[in-house]
């Protein structure tokens, strides 16, 4: 079994950063893909920013430049870094592992893994 877990949410000051953690725990081989999603009041999830196994980031346009996303594969933290956040930057930010593969996994020959979700951490932008 995979467990993620935020950390780092809070009230933010207009123009402040943040940073988000997610660590994943279990018996985990491999993590293909590890991303922050936001969801905002009344709104559907969407995807902040992604990374893959080796490297490669996506972002969505709202947040290019101002959000950088890591990851530490030997300790199995992504992270979030925020700058300049705005008012509009408030949501629910949840952590997401897809393709996470687990010891377990791999005894029944489930090399794709599966995915996982956090339970997420509020960020509140406001002055």
């Known amino acids: 079994q995979v467990h993620l877990v935020e950390s780092g949410g809070g009230s933010a000051q207009p123009g402040g950063p943040r940073r988000l953690s997610c660590v994943a725990s279990?018996?985990?081989?491999?993590?293909?893909?590890m991303g922050w999603y936001g969801q905002a009041p009344g709104k559907e999830r969407e995807m902040v920013a992604g990374i893959l196994n080796g490297g490669s980031t996506r972002y969505a346009d709202s947040v290019k430049g101002r959000f950088t996303i890591s990851l530490d594969k030997a300790a199995k933290v992504v992270s979030l870094q925020m700058h300049s956040l705005t008012p509009e930057d408030t949501a629910v930010y949840y952590c997401?592992?897809?393709?996470?593969?687990?010891?377990?996994?791999?005894?029944?020959?489930?090399?794709?893994?599966?995915?996982?979700w956090g339970k997420g951490t509020p960020v509140t932008v406001s002055s």
């Open positions: 997401n592992g897809k393709g996470i593969v687990t010891s377990q996994d791999m005894d029944v020959g489930n090399y794709y893994g599966r995915d996982y």
């Open positions: 279990g018996s985990i081989v491999r993590i293909n893909f």
